[in-house]
């Protein structure tokens, strides 16, 4: 079910509910790390998350209020025997998704629904894939065990201890206003790719057009990429 249903849903109140009892599991907050400016790590358990199965890439929605509006998230693991699952969530901009993670406490009781497919490595091996975007592929890359990263980030001082904390290979590039850097992400991904290595493109939709359309004119084949915007600026709910 599309978030533009679940908002069409919110306005009429029994209608709320039976998707709610339908379509959405209980979970609670057992875990809230802050590990860097604007990124948190949560991590949500409940008897409802027991036996799920569970994908790299799939994603699931957090319901924000007493309404059907939610906010997806990338779950980075998933325990079926524990009923646990965590996920990172950024806080870049103000709004009822970096509201809800900010004041997300532990014993908060969760409403999710999920997990669903997204973005999945199919057949590729880990290490032959790469995953291109922003900050906001960052769990993604970490839930795919991706092979390399190259990410667009607002300060690299912040994210590169991270990335190396995490075991992350990434090479992060930091923005520019004009999207000057974008140049730059180009440059970082080589010339010498492996016939074996495919793309993912996550994040931000002008970053993942200029580097779709880079990929191409190096003669990537369609099949070896995959894209999902996450965000584009004065939208919401693209993912």
């Given at each position: 079910?599309?978030?533009?249903?679940?908002?069409?849903?919110?306005?009429?109140?029994?209608?709320?509910?039976?998707?709610?009892?339908?379509?959405?599991?209980?979970?609670?907050?057992t875990d809230h790390v802050v590990l860097?400016?604007?990124?948190?790590?949560?991590?949500?358990?409940?008897?409802?998350?027991?036996?799920?199965?569970?994908?790299?890439?799939?994603?699931?929605?957090?319901?924000?209020?007493?309404?059907?509006?939610?906010?997806?998230?990338?779950?980075?693991?998933?325990?079926?025997?524990?009923?646990?699952?965590?996920?990172?969530?950024?806080?870049?901009?103000?709004?009822?998704?970096?509201?809800?993670?900010?004041?997300?406490?532990?014993?908060?009781?969760?409403?999710?629904?999920?997990?669903?497919?997204?973005?999945?490595?199919?057949?590729?091996?880990?290490?032959?894939?790469?995953?291109?975007?922003?900050?906001?592929?960052?769990?993604?890359?970490?839930?795919?065990?991706?092979?390399?990263?190259?990410?667009?980030?607002?300060?690299?001082?912040?994210?590169?201890?991270l990335c190396h904390a995490w075991g992350?290979?990434?090479?992060?590039?930091?923005?520019?206003?004009?999207?000057?850097?974008?140049?730059?992400?180009?440059?970082?991904?080589?010339?010498?790719?492996?016939?074996?290595?495919?793309?993912?493109?996550?994040?931000?939709?002008?970053?993942?057009?200029?580097?779709?359309?880079?990929?191409?004119?190096?003669?990537?084949?369609?099949?070896?990429?995959?894209?999902?915007?996450?965000?584009?600026?004065?939208?919401?709910?693209?993912?």
């Open positions: 079910m599309s978030e533009t249903i679940l908002n069409q849903a919110a306005s009429k109140g029994p209608l709320t509910r039976l998707v709610t009892q339908l379509f959405f599991r209980k979970a609670r907050v860097a400016p604007a990124l948190h790590h949560i991590t949500l358990e409940g008897e409802a998350l027991k036996g799920v199965s569970w994908t790299a890439g799939d994603k699931i929605q957090i319901r924000l209020g007493a309404g059907l509006q939610t906010r997806t998230y990338t779950p980075i693991a998933w325990d079926p025997v524990v009923g646990s699952t965590s996920f990172v969530a950024q806080t870049l901009s103000p709004g009822p998704g970096s509201e809800w993670v900010t004041h997300a406490k532990n014993g908060a009781e969760v409403e999710l629904m999920g997990p669903r497919s997204s973005l999945a490595l199919g057949t590729s091996a880990k290490q032959d894939v790469w995953v291109l975007g922003d900050e906001t592929a960052f769990g993604l890359t970490l839930a795919l065990g991706a092979g390399r990263a190259v990410l667009e980030v607002d300060s690299p001082e912040h994210w590169g201890p992350l290979p990434a090479t992060l590039v930091a923005k520019q206003p004009d999207d000057a850097h974008l140049a730059r992400m180009e440059e970082s991904i080589g010339m010498s790719i492996s016939p074996q290595t495919h793309f993912i493109l996550a994040g931000r939709a002008n970053t993942i057009q200029h580097l779709l359309k880079a990929l191409r004119a190096r003669g990537i084949r369609s099949d070896r990429i995959r894209s999902k915007a996450y965000w584009a600026p004065g939208k919401t709910g693209l993912d």
